[in-house]
């Protein structure tokens, strides 16, 4: 993959959640063409090995670990794994997310009289299991691995967290009150870390995507037959660059928040990638 800079990673030892996925796999090779061991984290081995094979292919370090990044004993034997196949963990990063039908609501407005209909999901029917599914995926989800991997981290001279938030911990969509919620919980919690590891030597930051088309949004933004949703005009027009963005389009924010040379002043700092979206009243 074409990247837009490359910083020098030699024998860092990064692990990454959620690295079957469109957005993380991509950080995955990325980090790799920079020189680092990547160790995969996923809950569909298959996915992950898929990634982890692409990277070799190409010369690079990598390996697959099936794991459930909300199953904290799995993820410490995953960590003994990795400590003795690549070494310990210098940097990670916390892509492990995502939103599911089930804590989204049909419309994105009340209307009178939805509170008595059972054909669609409004916020009274909304099921509080799959509220709390989805909020614990994208919040313990980056709490738990920090747990784990963060120890090795500490007092070492360049070791740095990267969380994966979303414009939603900002200004939150419509129909998706678990996955906004829990993105901004994120934006907090990457600051309260931040702080914590202060004198640790462990620097903490976000990245916040605007609107990247992947397998977690597709069903929200595109109809069975590929045709865009109202929903898509409406996100476009609220973007002042007028499209989605592509995933590549990310790296730089990762690259240079990884690279101490660059950042090592910087924690506790959330950056958008979102064409304008944020920056944008609508007028």
């Known amino acids: ?144 691995p920090t747990q784990i991997f963060a120890r090795d981290m500490l007092g070492k001279d360049d070791a740095s967290i990267i969380n994966i938030s979303s414009m939603n911990s900002y200004t939150p969509l419509t129909k998706i009150p678990a996955y906004s919620g829990a993105k901004a919980a994120i934006n907090n919690f990457t600051e309260w870390l931040a702080v914590h590891f202060a004198k640790s030597g462990i620097r903490v930051n976000a990245i916040a995507p605007g609107f990247f088309v992947t397998k977690q949004n597709q069903d929200l933004l595109f109809n069975e037959d590929g045709t865009p949703k109202p929903r898509t005009g409406k ?18 924010a990762l690259l240079f928040f990884l690279s101490k040379p660059a950042a090592s002043f910087v924690t506790g700092v959330v950056i958008p990638v979102d064409g304008g979206f944020h920056a944008y009243s609508g007028v």
């Open 235 to 252: 996100i476009l027009e609220g973007t002042p660059m007028g499209r989605y963005g592509q995933s590549e389009e990310l790296v730089g």
């Open 1 to 144: 993959m074409n990247i837009p800079f490359k910083i020098d990673l030699t024998n860092k030892v990064v692990v990454v959640t959620g690295a079957g996925g469109v957005l993380c796999s991509m950080f995955s090779k990325a980090i790799a063409e920079c020189g680092a061991k990547v160790a995969l984290l996923g809950r569909n081995i298959e996915n992950v090995q898929a990634v982890a094979d692409e990277i070799t292919k190409e010369g690079h370090i990598a390996k697959a670990y099936k794991a459930d990044v909300l199953d904290k004993e799995a993820l410490e034997t995953v960590r003994l794994r990795i400590n003795e196949e690549l070494g310990s963990c210098d940097m990670l990063i916390n892509g492990a997310g995502g939103n599911n039908p089930s804590a989204t609501t049909t419309n994105e407005y009340y209307f009178d009289g939805d509170i008595d209909r059972k054909d669609i999901i409004t916020f009274f029917n909304l099921d509080p299991q799959s509220v709390g599914a989805v909020f614990n995926l994208n919040f313990l989800g980056t709490l738990i």
